[in-house]
Structures are given as C-alpha cells and as structure tokens.
C-alpha cells in the first residue's frame, strides 16, 4: 500500500531555513513525478518545485531560487529545503507524486514565519 507523511514543519523567523521531509512507502520513485506544493489561508494550492520522471542522475537534487528538492532512494524520502523564509512562506506543505494513472498525496505540515 502507498503512504505519503510530511514532516519538519514550524515556526521560524524571518530569514531563516527549514527542511520539510516526505517519507514514502510503496513508491517507485522511477514510475512517478515528484513535486512539493504549498497552500497558504485564502489562496489555492501552488506549486513550489518538481522533479519530473525519468530524471538521468543517481541522485535528484535540483533547486528552484530559495528552494531545493532532493531525494534518500535508501530511505525513500523526498526533501524539500527552504533557505531564506519570508513571512508570504507560511502555508501547509504538500508532498505529491503522480503518474498517469495515479496521483498520492500526504496530510501536508504547517510552516509559519514570524518574529
């Protein structure tokens, strides 16, 4: 069976960094795209950074501005780093990965910058 559960969310002030994790179980992360998306209060949900199928590296590891997506094949994760928060950065995080024929979703993690 498929599980998505992302972690690593909080409060962080202004100018500072977070790494949120998705650890997934059952996923084959050659059959499937990887992205992060956000949704803040009042907004739709919006795409952060993806990492499209069939990427030709041992690793993934790409970067997007201020932010960053990697994977662990070893521990079936996908992070995303967060470098430089501002206060239009607070949302509820979203890991997905889709195909075709299916798309995954997890329960998503708050981020809140503050001072």
């Known amino acids: 069976q498929v599980r998505i559960v992302e972690s690593g969310g909080g409060l962080v002030q202004p100018g500072g960094s977070l790494r949120l994790s998705c650890v997934t179980t059952g996923i084959d992360f050659g059959d499937y795209g990887l992205a992060w998306y956000r949704q803040a209060p009042g907004k739709e949900r919006e795409k952060v950074i993806e990492?499209?199928?069939?990427?030709?590296?041992p690793r993934i590891n790409i970067q997007s501005g201020r932010f960053a997506l990697s994977t662990d094949s070893a521990k079936n994760t996908i992070e995303l780093q967060i470098n430089s928060l501002k206060y239009e950065d607070t949302a509820v995080y979203y890991c997905?990965?889709?195909?075709?024929?299916?798309?995954?979703w997890g329960q998503g993690t708050q981020v809140t910058v503050a001072t």
């Open positions: 990492a499209p199928r069939n990427i030709n590296a």
């Open positions: 997905n990965v889709k195909n075709q024929r299916r798309s995954y």
